[in-house]
């Protein structure tokens, strides 16, 4: 609080038309003991700051402390975010690519250090929106310089506003209520509330902060992008909802053709169907040395990792893991099957388990595999020696 | 600080005016303080004349069909406009750099000549800064809108997001172009705004009506001229010119880089950061050129924006058109010297492909046209410099366009070799981004003190002396 | 401008500090001397290494030529924005033309030494099928006579500036042009598959950078000899602003190249940089950074800095080491065929060289140009 002693010491201001004028003014009555609080004036005047004795600002450190900031939250970041939370290697640079890094950091570096200097500006010099200034010293912003000072002790305000007009004060007037500091005052109402958004901030700033550091709200879907975490999307193997019957792949309609031009197979899927390719179809091809090498290579690509290469059920997917056995092909049953019916089965798939293997084998493959079925069957037959090692005895082509 | 001073005022001169250099009154008419005052803010403060209406009608419109153009863009796709699997950038991009360019005078004016003491830039700077914002506004728009989907825009912020660990890809041109388009975008409007701050006091001040007042109360931030704030307020000046000035020459020189870090013949060429820098430099003081000396006539301020100012710009015009020319020379040279035979194919193609009508008008307009700038007679002549400013601006168009389209357009697989041509579509979003530039700053002039007053009272002494 | 922010002028009859001419004469002989020990230097290297030979005469050539060079662009700077504050305080740029014709000669030497430092100057040249394509620009007579056309050119717009001070703009004119062909020439012709369009310019921001380290020394050695009464804080917070705005555009440039080649990562470019990333090579190739740039930006960060003689005579001499380091990266790289940096007695000589040639060449000019007898201009 101020004392009484204080309080008797009135104001008084000042306005001259020339700025000059004003630093004069102003060096006058720092040297005869007056107190001279501020002046006010279009543009600045050189050689104010020395007169009324104002330190150099501080802010250039504020500014080199907000550069150093963004400089290393840019650096900092770039790397963490590029070498360790997504190390996703691109266009053949390192991870921690420090020359690609350069132009971002030096634009963050700007960024923080001219909005940070600006904000200290504002904070220290009490500059925020305020919805009503009253205009204290007429003119300051227009053409006058005005000075605002406290008298000395012990002196009259009719003494020095002579002196004043000797100075060439154009205006001058004392100021009995001290309304500078009142004006300037921290706690008046518009600037209550810039503190209290500012307060804000920090709480803010806390809450747009969880979902960087807490990944589980991510999960949870509590970042605050919304619904992007769950989106609702078609899953594999589910039904089609547009496509007939629900299925995706549909079957060609009917007279498609293939576009190898062969004629489509005169059988249908279905064990009924399977037996009558057994009774109508003959294999086309005689067994040769190259049929039977082809009619081998696709079996043990295909066939085999049920049926086992030995076509006796010991492929891998029976043996390792278990899986349904399939029939034994070399067994009297798939011996006595007729060679159309064999190659029905190959076409369209077994009565059991097995798929038609026609999309995947050429119609020529599935008919050399046929052959090749029938050599494992005599080698089985035959006690003494593999098949596949043995040369066809019938190898010449008719 | 007292040299601070000196700079921002130009006071340091009235004491010995021969030293620095520069003995002639800045402003003409020898005007007092409250004349300045009066006659800077007498736009704001009168209803505008017909001439302003009729004008914004124009821009206006053309401003509605940009956007008419750019809604059809959206709701249809990105196939309305004339790009195809080669040429895949053209008339968007083109506008992009071509605005983004525009967009370097203002901070330069206000950051570099400050720097350089250049007092002359005070009856200028206020206009070319607000003009540099609103070619950054339009230049921002093309990238948006070719995204396709803009709403998705803030994807290439790096924000927290759900999809797992994921960020944007900070090793990329395209990124850093965001980052620095945005950057410079609130770096310049910060700068803009913090010199503008004594006006709009002294705008509050005068304020006839109550809304007016309240609304100017809000953003003058309760400025009352005290010497304590001034002194701050210089020192921040100041701080925000040394900050601004590299951030403008990174800007395009990281637009430069868009280009330069690929390995398109024609684009891929180490001369490119300084050469964009000097050619955003040329359009921009060219720009800055055709606004004022049509402002200057129209609102009469030409005892403020006088000739000496027009010519010390048609100087710098002069000078980076020189750089430009010469960068032009040297990336022809060394196509030639490098013996690379795409590199020179690309080169030949320019002058003398299906596009050497853009390579020669770029060519004409860029290098030719500001020779006339030796001479004295055309660089105090202000219908011979609108001349010659319409001149650059096109050539500088042409530049981006010749770089961009004709180093696509034939590329390394004869195979895939393509022509362009823009579509109705994208020749109206240019011509709406023209509109929207010219009606911002028509809006501008009337609401805004054109000229910066606190700073012209400033050196008004100067021509007392 | 109050007197507290000048610097103090010190009386020369108290502290018996000798005349400029005094100096001059005590400098003149270790000059000749520094120019014949460093020619014996350079004539020992080309017998036991002629390639570190002919690469430091090329580097002492070079650099001395833009020495001239900076000079005459400041000259021309000057005159053409009327920037009069500089000329109380800037003298030796007016002296540092009169190096031209010494760099020319040294230049012309090189014609004994082509076939050693470039590769498309050797027999057989033309049967490589990457040179074979540049030989029509890249041999020897037109190499030399471009060498000499372009001194020619340097040395005649110069003395117009210098002497008549006239001819700002053309000078700047026929500069670009042949200061590019100069650097293309003499320095990226070393390796003569690599081109790189930024290169002259970055010649130029060393070029130039090292121009203002000499006149700001010079003007500071002038203040305190008592040849300037009084160099204001504001005219050395100039100079300071300059050398740390030039060594940030130097920075600037040099990451523009450096950036482009390493991202684009083409082969046929990157060669003499990656011969710079390499062990032996890249410790220099940071303390190049921090020589040019590192250093005198953390030094002129701070307006104090800017202020004080003692730190921008700091930074200058950074700044000249700096140069020469930037040069010896340019040219010893591709001339040296990857084998380890060196430094020994060629190199040594040519900074003898360097020194005393430019004290010889320059000094005369210098001291007329900087006569006590004459009325000085006051700086304040």
Redesign the interface.
């Known amino acids: 609080m101020p004392n009484t002693e204080h309080l008797r010491r009135s104001r008084f201001r000042a306005s001259f ?1 020339d ?1 000059d004028r004003l630093l004069f003014a102003v060096k006058h009555l720092r040297a005869a003991g007056h107190t001279v609080l ?13 007169a ?1 004795g ?1 330190r ?2 501080r ?2 450190r504020a ?2 402390a907000f550069a150093a900031l963004g400089l290393t939250l840019a650096f900092g ?2 790397i963490w ?2 070498a360790v ?2 190390p ?1 290697r ?4 390192p991870l921690i ?1 420090l ?6 950091a ?3 570096t ?2 923080l ?3 940070g ?2 904000a200290s ?2 904070a ?10 009253s ?4 003119g ?4 006058r310089f ?1 000075l605002a000072a406290e008298l000395a002790m012990d002196t009259q305000f009719s003494a020095v506003a002579a002196d004043l007009d000797a100075l060439g004060a154009v205006e001058m007037s004392l100021l009995v209520e001290d309304r500078l500091v009142k ?1 300037a005052s921290f706690w008046d109402r518009p600037a209550g509330a810039g503190a209290l958004i500012l307060a804000c901030l920090p709480a803010f700033l806390l809450v747009a902060s969880v ?2 550091f807490n990944r589980d709200f ?2 949870r ?1 509590l ?1 605050w ?1 919304g619904g ?2 769950a989106p609702v999307s078609a899953q594999a193997f589910d039904a089609s909802a547009v496509l007939r019957g629900g299925l995706v792949l549909q079957a060609p309609p009917p007279g498609t053709l293939s576009r190898s031009g062969a004629a489509p197979l005169a059988f249908a899927p279905g064990k009924t169907e399977a037996e009558r390719a057994g009774r109508e179809l003959i294999n086309p091809y005689q067994p040769t040395q190259a049929r039977f090498n082809r009619g081998k290579a696709m079996f043990e690509r295909v066939c085999a990792t049920c049926h086992g290469r030995e076509g006796d059920n010991n492929g891998s997917v029976v043996v390792n893991r278990g899986a349904f056995a399939p029939t034994v092909l070399v067994s009297p049953l798939v011996r006595d099957m007729p060679d159309g019916r064999l190659f029905h089965i190959a076409t369209y798939g077994g009565p059991m388990k097995m798929k038609g293997y026609g999309d995947l084998l050429s119609r020529e493959d599935r008919w050399l595999v046929v052959l090749y079925i029938r050599e494992l069957q005599k080698a089985a037959a035959r006690p003494t020696s593999a098949p596949a090692v043995t040369p066809l005895p019938g190898g010449v082509q008719p | ?2 040299h601070d ?2 700079v ?2 130009g ?2 001169l ?1 004491g010995n005016p021969e030293q620095y250099g520069h003995n002639l009154p800045l402003i003409d008419g020898n005007k ?3 004349q300045v ?1 009066a006659e800077v803010f007498a736009p704001t403060e009168r209803r505008p004349p017909a001439l302003w209406w009729i004008a914004i009608a124009i821009t206006f419109s053309m401003l509605s069909l940009g956007a008419w153009a750019v809604f059809q863009t959206l709701t249809r796709g990105i196939g309305t406009w004339g790009l195809n699997r080669t040429v895949g950038w053209a008339f968007d991009i083109t506008n992009f750099v071509f605005w983004v360019g525009i967009g370097h005078a203002g901070t330069l004016i206000s950051a570099i000549l400050f720097l350089f003491r250049q007092r002359w830039r005070t009856s200028i700077n206020r206009a070319a800064e607000a003009m540099t914002l609103f070619a950054v506004m339009c230049a921002g728009t093309f990238p948006i809108i070719h995204m396709g989907r803009p709403w998705l825009a803030f994807w290439a912020t ?6 797992g ?9 395209l ?2 172009d965001v ?2 388009i945005s ?1 410079y975008f ?2 310049s409007l ?2 803009w705004y ?1 010199g503008l ?2 006006d709009l ?2 705008q ?3 304020a006839k009506t109550k809304l007016k ?2 609304v100017l ?20 000046y100041m ?2 010119a040394g ?2 000035t ?2 403008v020459v ?1 800007v395009h ?2 637009v430069s ?1 868009d280009f330069a870090t690929s390995v398109i013949p024609g684009w891929h060429a180490t001369i490119f950061p300084p050469y964009f820098v000097a050619g955003a430099v040329f359009s921009g003081f060219a720009m800055v050129l055709t606004l004022m000396i049509i402002a200057r006539k129209v609102m009469n301020l030409e005892e403020y924006i006088t000739t000496r100012h027009l010519e010390a710009m048609t100087k710098v015009v002069l000078a980076t058109g020189m750089i430009v020319g010469l960068a032009y020379a040297t990336e022809f040279f060394t196509a030639w010297y490098s013996g690379n035979p795409y590199e020179r194919y690309v080169f030949l193609n320019r002058a003398l492909g299906p596009f050497a009508w853009a390579y020669w008008m770029m060519v004409g307009c860029n290098v030719l046209s500001p020779q006339f700038f030796w001479f004295r007679k055309v660089r105090t002549t202000p219908w011979m410099i609108f001349i010659l400013s319409i001149f650059v601006n096109i050539g500088m168009w042409f530049e981006r366009f010749v770089i961009i389209v004709t180093s696509l357009h034939r590329d390394y697989l004869p195979s895939s070799w393509a022509m362009y041509r823009p579509t109705f579509i994208e020749v109206a979003i240019f011509i709406g981004s023209f509109g929207l530039f010219f009606t911002l700053f028509l809006i501008f002039t009337r609401v805004l003190p054109m000229i910066a ?3 012209v ?2 050196v008004l ?1 100067n021509a007392e002396h | 401008m ?1 007197p507290s922010s000048t610097v103090p002028v010190r009386d020369l009859t108290k502290t018996g500090i000798p005349t400029l001419a005094d100096i001059g004469d005590r400098l003149q002989g270790g000059a000749w001397t520094f120019v014949i020990l460093g020619g014996l230097l350079l004539a020992l290297g080309l017998v036991l290494q002629a390639e570190r030979g002919w690469a430091n005469l090329l580097l002492t050539a070079f650099n001395l030529a833009c020495v001239g060079l900076g000079g005459l662009f400041l000259l021309a700077i000057q005159s053409i924005t009327g920037a009069r504050w500089s000329d109380p305080i800037l003298k030796a740029h007016r002296a540092m033309p009169a190096l031209l014709p010494v760099a020319g000669v040294l230049m012309l030497l090189l014609a004994y030494g082509a076939a050693v430092l470039y590769p498309w100057a050797r027999p057989g040249a033309d049967l490589d099928p990457v040179l074979h394509g540049r030989l029509a620009w890249l041999n020897t007579p037109f190499f030399f006579g471009r060498v000499i056309l372009i001194f020619a050119a340097w040395i005649w717009a110069g003395r117009r500036l210098a002497r008549q001070g006239r001819g700002a703009a053309a000078f700047i004119l026929i500069f670009a042009l042949t200061f590019c062909l100069a650097n293309f020439d003499w320095l990226m012709s070393l390796e003569p598959i690599w081109s790189s369009t930024i290169f002259a310019i970055y010649g130029f921001s060393g070029m130039f950078l090292q121009g203002i380290a000499i006149v700001t020394i010079s003007a500071i050695v002038l203040r305190r000899v008592g040849l300037i009464p009084a160099v204001s804080k504001a005219q050395n917070h100039d100079l300071g602003k300059l050398l740390f705005a030039f060594s940030s555009f130097w920075a600037y440039i040099f ?1 523009s190249q ?2 482009l080649i ?2 684009a ?1 083409l082969p046929e470019e990157t060669g003499p940089l990656r011969l710079l990333l390499q062990a032996p090579w890249v410790p220099l190739f940071y303390l190049n950074l921090l020589l040019n740039f590192g250093l005198p930006f953390v030094l002129l ?3 104090k800095a800017k202020t004080s003689e003692t730190v921008l005579l700091a930074t200058c001499a950074i700044l000249l080491v700096g140069r020469w380091l930037d040069l010896y990266l340019q040219i010893m790289p591709p001339v040296l065929r990857g084998a380890a940096p060196a430094f020994g007695l060629p190199e040594l000589g040519g900074i003898l060289l360097q020194l005393g040639a430019g004290h010889l060449a320059c000094w005369p000019v210098f001291m007329k140009d900087v006569n006590p007898s004459q009325e000085l201009p006051q700086a304040d």
């Open positions: 038309a700025p501020d002046t006010y004036s279009p543009f600045p005047v050189h050689g104010m700051d020395e009324l104002v150099p600002s802010l250039p500014c080199l970041f770039q975010s590029s939370d997504y996703l691109m266009g053949g640079k690519a020359p690609a890094f350069i132009p971002v030096f634009e963050l700007v960024l250090a001219g909005l200097v600006v500006f504002f220290v010099a009490r500059m925020w929106p305020r919805l009503h200034v205009d204290l010293h007429p300051a912003n227009d053409d005005i004006g979902p960087l991510q999960k879907n970042a992008d992007m975490g | 600080m007292a001073a000196d921002l005022t006071a340091a009235s007092s303080y409250s005052t790096p924000y927290p997001n759900s999809r660990p994921l960020w944007v890809n900070f090793k990329s041109p990124l850093w980052m620095a950057t609130i770096i910060t700068f913090i701050i004594p006091a002294t509050r001040d005068r007042r309240t109360s809000i953003f003058s931030l309760g400025w009352n001229g005290s010497n304590r704030t001034w002194s701050r307020y210089e020192t921040v701080l925000l900050l601004s590299p951030l990174s020189t990281i880089m007053a606190s700073e009272k400033g002494k | 109050s990451l450096f950036l390493w991202y990562n960060l701070q307006r």
